[in-house]
């Protein structure tokens, strides 16, 4: 069995592949929690239109379905008669490829990467013991 021998060259490349993909890592980071933070923004100012452009299609599609109206006006319901909480300051992201989860001091939001940017899956989430996570607006 032959060794190769890449020389300092082979070695520079390792390390810029290395520190490419942390800050690729970090850069989708900061976008998933600039994403959330907006989300949560138009939350607070009850701001429906901003909200549903932040939803993915299936969890807008969803929640249009499941209030039998249009976008605004189910985002409106969803958030009065679930008396969602302010979510507070951001703890936790996690970042598992193209899926994300956003742990803040009161809410669990979860997003997905799609060619539009990162879009909101789930939200309103609040952990369960050795069960899934309970959340009041989500897709299938």
Do not use: N
């Amino acid at each position: 069995m032959r060794r190769r021998w890449y020389g300092p060259g082979g070695a520079a490349v390792v390390v810029c592949v290395a520190v490419s993909a942390c800050s690729s890592l970090s850069e989708r980071r900061d976008a998933v929690e600039t994403e959330v933070i907006r989300f949560e923004q138009a939350l607070d100012a009850g701001q429906h239109d901003r909200l549903c452009a932040a939803l993915a299609p299936a969890t807008r599609e969803e929640l249009e379905q499941s209030a039998k109206s249009g976008c605004d006006r189910a985002i409106g319901q969803a958030v009065e008669e679930e008396e969602l909480p302010a979510a507070g300051a951001v703890r936790e992201v996690d970042v598992y490829g193209g899926q994300a989860r956003v742990v803040l001091d009161h809410d669990t939001v979860f997003l997905a990467r799609f060619p539009t940017g990162w879009r909101v899956t789930a939200a309103g989430c609040r952990p369960r013991p050795q069960q899934p996570y309970q959340c009041e607006i989500k897709g299938r």
